[in-house]
């Protein structure tokens, strides 16, 4: 058995007897499942924890030797998955950005309302792709989930009044990208 406190030991022995991997997995699983938990959020954590040791030990063969701590190859590969989650999440807002909502109501009502739906589309789309994780999670939870502030504090773990200052900034970053137009025209009275 390798060196127990030699990432680089472990790994190569792993090349042999790919079961010992799995002691570098219990030696670095809980940190990088932190780290993808701050950057994603726990629901995804355990994912891109899988994701990462799998990709570790697939590409084990490749790993630079000379580095003992296998820590700095690991959080480059977490960094790469959580940034291929980032980015199928903006392609998955820009989608349903895309997708109109049938409501009830006369035929006039939902006529002028997938009207102005159709047009603000592309740019609300625009809109929610640039806005950062963290920002998307808020809004879309007081959007579409219809929390008030207290429940979306709870919700993100976080005070309310960091919830209205969140709130206000990305009204005013919204109303900017759609050229003026409001989409939450009628704010809603929460708490």
Do not use: C, N
Request: proline share 5%; charged share 30%; no cysteine.
């Amino acid at each position: 058995m390798p060196d127990t406190h030699d990432d680089a030991a472990l790994i190569a022995h792993s090349i042999g007897d790919p079961e010992s991997f799995a002691a570098l997995f219990d030696r670095h699983a809980d940190e990088i499942h932190r780290y993808a938990a701050r950057r994603l959020g726990g629901e995804l954590a355990d994912d891109v924890t899988g994701e990462v040791f799998l990709a570790a030990f697939r590409g084990r063969a490749r790993y630079d030797r000379s580095w003992p701590d296998a820590r700095p190859w690991l959080y480059g590969i977490a960094t790469k998955v959580v940034s291929q989650h980032r980015r199928a999440e903006r392609r998955r807002t820009a989608a349903l950005a895309r997708v109109s909502v049938e409501r009830p109501g006369t035929f006039d009502e939902r006529s002028a309302d997938r009207v102005t739906a159709e047009q603000l589309q592309p740019r609300l789309a625009r809109a929610l792709t640039g806005l950062s994780a963290a920002e998307r999670d808020l809004l879309l939870l007081v959007a579409w989930a219809d929390l008030t502030y207290e429940e979306a504090a709870l919700a993100l773990g976080v005070p309310v009044g960091t919830v209205r200052s969140r709130l206000h900034r990305l009204r005013v970053k919204v109303r900017r990208a759609l050229g003026g137009t409001d989409p939450f025209a009628e704010e809603p009275q929460h708490g």
